[in-house]
């Protein structure tokens, strides 16, 4: 069975605990000018793909087994051949 997330206070400026299924998870607020992530991201994409998400998260899955954890995954697409 799974249990409940739990904190029991919260205050804007104290860490806040939550523990679920033997997982304890402790944040913090940061204080600072952090920058405007949505100048990062392009208002408009060259291309668009929809992908099968299962076939993706397999094949995502099997090269986490081969890279490192620091390592970015990185994806390269082509148009499919035809039979």
């Given amino acids: ?8 206070r919260w205050r804007a400026r104290e860490p ?5 299924d033997g997982v304890w998870l402790t944040t913090r ?7 405007n992530y949505r100048q ?19 094949v995502v899955r099997r090269a986490s087994v081969m890279i490192q954890r620091a390592t970015p995954l990185q994806l390269r ?3 499919a051949s035809s039979p």
Avoid: N
Avoid at 1 to 8: F, K, L
Avoid at 40 to 58: D, I, K, N, S
């Fill in 1 to 8: 069975m799974r249990e409940a997330v739990t904190r029991s």
């Fill in 16 to 20: 806040g605990v939550f523990a679920t």
């Fill in 29 to 35: 607020r940061i204080d600072g000018q952090f920058p």
């Fill in 40 to 58: 990062l991201l392009p208002e408009q994409f060259e291309h668009e793909l929809t992908v099968p998400r299962v076939e993706l998260l397999e």
């Fill in 77 to 79: 697409f082509a148009k």
